[in-house]
């Protein structure tokens, strides 16, 4: 024990002391517990284009004297290959915060993330005034703050810098609500993602205010506390460049009647896990990609015209969807459901249809039920899961066969098709039989005597 605790040690793995460990391969510098005895192992890190600071105690540095740099030491910040910066599971004083980011405006970093953070107090962000920062991308998850609410001097100190920021993400947070006034400010923001917090549709319509993220193509609303369908459509409706839209995760009702119509722009749309049990309406009009997975639907009779992209599984389907009017539809995702049939004549009709998933299915293979599947696989077109994961639930001799398996036998199945070349070919065979039968007649009567 005391042996695998010393070789530990030596790697540095163990160490009580913090340090930082440099891989030159992924350009990736790891530092755990810095403090000011450890501080110069930061040293190795200056080829790193992504720096990881996690635990140690940055409060202490609170009363550090942090002057104007020296022209040496700005070179030195501009040569840095530093893109990326990760705090965890740090407590950071906001007054440090307020002094140390200024002099990013020296350096290249475009990416902070803090995670697991706690921010401590206000800090004076008056010295940030009219300064650019070249940082693009700020993410905070799982970290607590002072409410934002109140803090509009803060806001126009920082404004030059959010007003080019381009992504923003605040997860796993607690937020309820997302002042107005902050929307203003991110007018360059093309992704805002505020995924697993307490976000409600009251608050929600506040966030998105008129002139609220004016450029705003991404936002991730998954797993908060929003219930109204309609009420989030009116929340977003001012969005003209929104694009992609992630609601899932949210428990939604639908509202009775909705008239709200969502914006235009929108292509890509998450109803994932929203407790659906049937399709909300209206749809955007332009969806490209729709996700319903995970939710409690029966039936489906959608018509978008652009759909290319429709993922159904998990749900309590019955039958495959009506998904005629969706003529450019490549990709639909049925895994998990309660078909029984996948019949070729319903499939064909798609003719961009390039790639279906309908494994986890109680299929009837009494007849042609299944045979669209083969036909599927044959051509290719059907993803992981064929042909393990396709398995007959009925009739009770094929149950838990693969589909793969079972002879798809024209004769048997299409009796429509099948019966009538087969009556008019018996038809045929008998009008010889009695023509020879006539012809022959002696020749036939003499065996038949004869026995
Ligand atoms: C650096 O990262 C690569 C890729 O993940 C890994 O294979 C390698 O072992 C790492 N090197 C060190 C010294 O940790
Ligand atoms: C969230 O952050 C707190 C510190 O603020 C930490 O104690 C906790 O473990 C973190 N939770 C997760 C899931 O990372
Ligand atoms: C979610 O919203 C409901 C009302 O819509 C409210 O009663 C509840 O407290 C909210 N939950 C959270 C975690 O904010
Ligand atoms: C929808 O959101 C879920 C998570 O809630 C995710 O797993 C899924 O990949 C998303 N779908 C699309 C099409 O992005
Ligand atoms: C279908 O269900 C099985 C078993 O519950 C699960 O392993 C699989 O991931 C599910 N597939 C999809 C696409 O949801
Ligand atoms: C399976 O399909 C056959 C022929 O279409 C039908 O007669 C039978 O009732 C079906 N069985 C089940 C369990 O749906």
Known sequence: ???????????GLLEAEGRCFFNRTQEHCVCY????????????????????????????????????????????LHSLVIRKIIFGDLLVPEILLARVLRFFSYTQVQELVFES???????????????????????????????????????????????TLQDLAVTGSHVTSLPCDIGRVFRALRSLDVAQNSLG????????????????????LQRNNLTSYHSVCKSVQLLRELQHLDLSQ??????????CQWPVSLRIFNLSGTGLDEVLTPLPRSLEVLDMSCNHLHAVDISLSSLKKLFLSQNMLQAVPSIRNCPMLDTLRLDNNSITELPWDEVKLLEHLRDVAAAGNPYNCSCSGAGGL?????????????????RCHSPPHYQGRLVK???????????????????????LLGMAGAVCLVRSRPRLIRPCCRA
């Not at 024990?1 to 790697?11: D, H, I, K, Q, Y």
């Not at 992504?50 to 004297?65: K, S, T």
């Not at 998850?141 to 409410?147: F, I, L, Y």
């Not at 599927?376 to 396709?390: N, R, S």
């Open 1 to 11: 024990m005391n042996v695998a605790v010393l070789l530990l040690l030596g790697l």
């Open 33 to 76: 517990r810095l403090s000011q005895e450890s501080l110069g192992s930061i040293i190795q890190c200056l080829p790193a284009s992504v720096v990881e600071f996690w635990g140690g105690e940055l409060e202490r540095y609170i009363d550090f004297p942090i002057n104007d740099l020296d022209p040496s030491a700005i070179d030195m």
């Open 374 to 390: 083969q036909v599927l696989a044959g051509m290719g077109h059907l993803g992981q899961g064929w042909p393990q994961d396709y």
């Open 117 to 163: 953070c706690v921010f401590e107090g206000r800090g004076n962000w008056g010295e940030m005034a009219g300064k650019d920062l070249p940082i693009l991308s700020l993410h905070f998850h799982n970290v607590t703050s002072a409410p934002l609410t109140g803090r509009e001097q803060d806001l126009s100190s920082l404004s030059s810098w959010m007003e």
């Open 201 to 220: 549709d009251e608050s929600l319509m506040a966030t998105f205010c008129k002139g609220a993220f004016p450029q705003l193509q991404v936002l991730s």
């Open 405 to 427: 398996d079972v002879p798809v036998s024209v004769l048997q199945c299409n009796s429509a098709a099948v019966i009538a070349p087969v009556c008019i070919v018996l038809l």
């Open 250 to 259: 949210n428990k939604l009702m639908a509202d009775p009647s909705s008239s």
